[in-house]
């Protein structure tokens, strides 16, 4: 099953060279045009590693039932033989994957989110949030399901830009579950098995706001979640149809053709254009800070994407994003002075005060049609519109952080050129902020998105970087026209740390 390991390369000047040990396709299925694919939980992820075993929530289309509730969880688990299948959901079925996490004390966890809807019945509606835990020493035994204790009955839908985040310490578990366009619940888990629950708010847009679908405020969706010692850490984008050049609904709808509620208002791309960070430091106990900006992307009309956040032992916050440009053509068409870039940033926090910011790698081109360079971004996305019409752009780029057992912190990412590079890399960042050079992944399918095994999952720190994720030239299947389907392909790659203590 493993392919024969590429020759190691060095990281960094103290010696940690990488070696990669296998390049496999964990599931492939034929998935529906519901608006979600297996990579849709992207704050999240779907493997985790426990001691020498990796265990993959995979996404799996059910025949015979409509959109949106037309796919359920399978687990799989990583063999000599292969990736087998463990157990799959036979009740429940739903739009999204399931984050996937594990627990000290040898359990898996699985957020689900089934819905209520009959078997009959397509479209959206009520869901009921779930919780699945594995014995991941027996993983084919019967799962257990708890349905967490939420604050009231929120109506929670099939729609849920739902996280979940473990505490691989203390064996605590937090999920939040957004409700409509005000805030997001959440669920904390203690160890004892005492549940509490409260409220996340979303910010307000303000009055010279173009508030997306006539929203009040502003979710932080798509976010990265944090839980270590009760303290809980949150960053998200929230979504703006305005921006320098676009300012009055007036203007928005002269370019688009629509008003502020309409999916057109996705013609300049993706319209995450505000990257916010909050945190409690003792979650049920203290309310969440006010919000803090740490970037965004309102002069330009592009877009900025949380990727991944860790919580070191001192105490300092590390996160990390991608911003991007808007779509190309849009660039083109309206504002031709516009720079297209495309950048990888990070920066370290303390009591939500930013010490430093950092542009890891960036690339772009001025008043050109194509982009030149390196670009940490990907293949192609469709926007649909209320028109139906297809407007492709890049995929969002998914850097995230690997921490080792020795306190290290590396970057993995993915850059390409249009003309043929196509590569994920590595670099090491200091302590004091500061990051050797980045090298390359001697891969020979790179993976242009991905998840890991990361601590935020409740995973240990490891020298050994598991990788799930879309390899070059798989497509999304939210890129299908009406009633078309796709195929989607998700791999794995295991990359071994050597050097610097590792064995």
């Known amino acids: 099953m493993p392919t024969k390991d590429a020759p190691a390369k060095r990281i960094n000047a103290a010696g940690t060279d990488i070696l990669v040990k296998a390049e496999e396709t964990v599931f492939s299925g034929r998935y529906s045009n519901n608006g979600a694919d297996p990579m849709w939980c992207l704050g999240n992820t779907c493997i985790a590693r426990r001691g020498e075993d990796v265990f993959v929530s995979a996404y799996e289309r059910l025949p015979g039932f409509e959109p949106y509730n037309d796919c359920r969880w399978v687990l799989l688990k990583r063999t000599p033989a292969g990736w087998e299948r463990q157990q799959a959901d036979d009740t429940g079925r739903q739009r999204e994957p399931s984050p996937l996490g594990c627990l000290p004390d040898g359990r898996l966890v699985l957020s689900s989110n089934p819905t209520l809807l009959p078997s009959d019945a397509s479209g959206g509606g009520p869901a009921r949030p779930e919780l699945i835990e594995f014995d991941a020493a027996n993983p084919t ?32 578990l937090i999920l939040f579950q957004n409700v409509d366009y005000s805030h997001s619940e959440w669920a904390f888990r203690a160890r004892n098995g005492e549940w509490l629950s409260g409220q996340l708010q979303w910010p307000p847009y303000s009055a010279t706001d ?50 502020a509620g309409s999916m057109d208002g996705w013609i300049f791309g993706l319209r995450a254009r505000r990257v916010r960070y909050t945190w409690t430091e003792r ?75 950092r542009v ?18 990907t293949g192609s996305v469709a926007f649909h519109g209320q028109t139906k019409k297809i407007l492709r752009g890049g995929v969002l780029a ?5 921490v080792t057992p020795d306190g290290g912190l590396f970057v993995v990412y993915y850059v390409s050129d249009g003309a043929g590079l196509s590569e994920n890399r590595i670099m090491e960042i200091r302590a004091d902020g500061t990051t050797f050079p980045a090298i390359t992944i001697p891969l020979k399918h790179p993976l242009i ?33 009406d009633n078309e389907e796709h195929d989607d392909t998700l791999s794995y790659a295991r990359v071994n740390l050597i050097g610097n203590g590792a064995t």
Not at 220 to 233: D, E, I, Q
Request: charged share 25%; glycine share 8%; proline share 7%.
């Open 141 to 172: 035994a019967p799962a257990r399901r708890q349905q967490p204790k939420w604050s009231g009955t929120p109506p929670f839908n099939q729609h849920s830009y739902r996280s979940m985040a473990v505490d691989g310490t203390n064996g605590e």
């Open 210 to 259: 173009l508030a997306p679908f006539g929203a009040t405020h502003a979710r932080v969706n798509y976010p990265v979640v944090r839980l270590r010692g009760r303290a809980a850490h949150f960053m998200g984008t929230s979504s703006f149809d305005n921006w320098s050049r676009v300012t009055t609904a007036e203007e928005l709808e002269r370019y688009t053709g629509k008003d």
């Open 283 to 357: 979650i049920g106990e203290t309310p969440f800070h006010k919000w803090v900006e740490i970037d965004d992307a309102l002069d330009d009309g592009g877009l900025v994407f949380p990727g991944d956040l860790h919580v070191d032992e001192s105490g300092t916050v590390h996160l990390l994003w991608y911003k991007g440009p808007m779509q190309q053509y849009a660039r083109d068409k309206w504002f031709p002075d516009i720079e297209l870039r495309a950048s990888i940033r990070y920066a370290t926090l303390r009591d939500g005060k930013v010490l430093q910011r």
């Open 360 to 377: 890891l790698t960036e690339a772009g081109k001025h008043r050109t049609v194509k982009m030149f360079g390196e670009v940490p971004n």
């Open 398 to 402: 998914t850097p995230r952080f690997h």
């Open 449 to 481: 998105q991905f998840f890991t095994a990361t601590p935020r999952a409740g995973c240990a720190p490891s020298w050994t970087l598991d990788l799930l994720g879309r390899r070059r030239g798989t497509r999304c299947p939210i890129e299908a026209t």
